[in-house]
T-cell receptor, first 116, second 109 residues
Framework: DTAVSQTPKYLVTQMGNDKSIKCEQN?????MYWYKQDSKKFLKIMFS???????INETVPNRFSPKSPDKAHLNLHINSLELGDSAVYFC???????????????FGPGTRLLVL | DAKTTQPTSMDCAEGRAANLPCNHS???????VYWYRQIHSQGPQYIIH???NNETNEMASLIITEDRKSSTLILPHATLRDTAVYYC??????????FGAGTRLTVKP
């Protein structure tokens, strides 16, 4: 039973296209996140949602639009894809970000996006 | 968030203890020390965390110095499957997870 799942696992697309990545968690958590890991392997937070409300938007281009239909899902829609968007995108969840230092994040398997 | 400093890479013999150091000299009193690892570009996996006291779980032990300026993650009996990038992170809130470059641990037969 996968705790945090993402679809698709791989995504190859042309520049200029619009694509979506889906994330679901079955842990009953209130907070979900999107991270981007670039070719240099640095992992950076992009967005954080708590119970469907946006908490963090880390200076991500507005071509990236997260959507949380309910607290178990956080999808990432990307418009007008660019070459530099090629990366691995990870979804994560945690109980509640306001719980302080005892919070643990659980990560999904990642979506490998390649923009040609 | 405090910055952390970790060695770029380390090797360890299979079956031996792997000791991964982390410096966090500017850590503040309410910041926890967390360790995650990432195997083969899979999603990062939580290992252990602590505030002041040493901690142990089924995966590892965490030793935090008394002044809290550094810590060591110990994998007591490293296996080949422990080969991964290990990240030391200090933070207060879970939405303040800032990953650095980590330490690439290679466990060798």
């Amino acid at each position: 039973d996968t705790a945090v799942s993402q679809t698709p696992k791989y995504l190859v697309t042309q520049m200029g296209n619009d694509k979506s990545i889906k994330c679901e968690q079955n842990l009953g958590h209130d907070t979900m996140y999107w991270y981007k890991q670039d070719s240099k392997k640095f992992l950076k937070i992009m967005f954080s949602y708590n119970n469907k409300e946006l908490i963090i938007n880390e200076t991500v281009p507005n071509r990236f639009s997260p959507k949380s239909p309910d607290k178990a899902h956080l999808n990432l829609h990307i418009n007008s894809l660019e070459l530099g968007d090629s990366a691995v995108y990870f979804c994560a969840s945690s109980q509640d970000w306001r719980s302080g230092g005892q919070e643990t994040q659980y990560f999904g398997p990642g979506t490998r996006l390649l923009v040609l | 968030d405090a910055k952390t400093t970790q060695p770029t890479s380390m090797d360890c013999a299979e079956g031996r203890a792997a000791n991964l150091p982390c410096n966090h000299s500017t850590i503040s009193g309410n910041e926890y020390v967390y360790w995650y690892r990432q195997i083969h570009s899979q999603g990062p996996q939580y290992i252990i965390h602590g505030l002041k006291n040493n901690e142990t779980n089924e995966m590892a032990s965490l030793i935090i110095t008394e002044d809290r300026k550094s810590s060591t993650l110990i994998l007591p009996h490293a296996t080949l499957r422990d080969t991964a990038v290990y990240y030391c992170i200090v933070r207060v809130w879970s939405n303040d997870m800032r990953f650095g470059a980590g330490t690439r641990l290679t466990v060798k037969p």
